[in-house]
T-cell receptor, first 111, second 114 residues
Framework: GNSVTQMEGPVTLSEEAFLTINCTYTATGYPSLFWYVQYPGEGLQLLLKATKADDKGSNKGFEATYRKETTSFHLEKGSVQVSDSAVYFCALFDTGNQFYFGTGTSLTVIP | ETGVTQSPTHLIKTRGQQVTLRCSSQSGHNTVSWYQQALGQGPQFIFQYYREEENGRGNFPPRFSGLQFPNYSSELNVNALELDDSALYLC?????????????FGPGTRLTVT
């Protein structure tokens, strides 16, 4: 079946540090891959996506590349800000019109 | 353009009771999906409604049921509540003209079962 495994948190970084949150997936077929962000008290917001192998999704300085050979979609940002503090979810969307989410990684950025 | 809204924001129920949660989809969106997010976990897909019909269901028992209305708003009903049903329930809508994965999430309803 389909599943997503992401790096456990919480992660605490200093402002301007480099961020990597690992995500690997198991899927039949060729899913689309996503990173969502959830700020306290809010719903999920789409951060970036990649719909086929080797695609790179990017938004607000965050990037992730769809690696079919390693079944991975790691999230990176070169210089985090305090405002990036949130919970990040990796997810896949399969041909059955269903999302599968990872358990989330909490990020705290300190000034 | 109004986003996805959900009501109520918070709810406390007793084990064995029934609950109804409501979702208004984003304007023009005819597909609504419901997710359960337990504390410290990622959202899990409950079901999806498209044009008032259930259009896919996750691994949830029949006591989780739903409705979609002609204006595309939706309800999630849970019967015989159990303590493990305590969670954040998220609703997401998507447009008929965009890809199915392009879902816009509401802020959620926090359900506590005691």
């Amino acid at each position: 079946g389909n599943s997503v495994t992401q790096m456990e948190g919480p992660v605490t970084l200093s402002e301007e540090a480099f961020l990597t949150i690992n995500c690997t997936y198991t899927a039949t077929g060729y899913p689309s891959l996503f990173w969502y962000v959830q700020y306290p008290g809010e719903g999920l917001q789409l951060l970036l996506k990649a719909t086929k192998a080797d695609d790179k999704g990017s938004n607000k300085g965050f990037e992730a590349t769809y690696r079919k050979e390693t079944t991975s979609f790691h999230l990176e940002k070169g210089s985090v800000q305090v405002s990036d503090s949130a919970v990040y979810f990796c997810a896949l969307f399969d041909t059955g019109n269903q999302f599968y989410f990872g358990t989330g990684t909490s990020l705290t950025v300190i000034p | 353009e109004t986003g996805v809204t959900q009501s109520p924001t918070h709810l406390i129920k007793t084990r064995g009771q029934q609950v109804t949660l409501r979702c208004s989809s984003q304007s023009g969106h005819n597909t609504v999906s419901w997710y359960q997010q337990a504390l410290g976990q990622g959202p899990q897909f409950i079901f999806q409604y498209y044009r008032e019909e259930e259009n896919g269901r996750g691994n949830f028992p029949p006591r989780f049921s739903g409705l979609q209305f002609p204006n595309y708003s939706s309800e999630l009903n849970v019967n015989a509540l159990e303590l493990d049903d305590s969670a954040l329930y998220l609703c997401a809508s998507s447009s008929p003209t965009g890809p199915t994965y392009e879902q816009y999430f509401g802020p959620g309803t926090r359900l506590t079962v005691t």
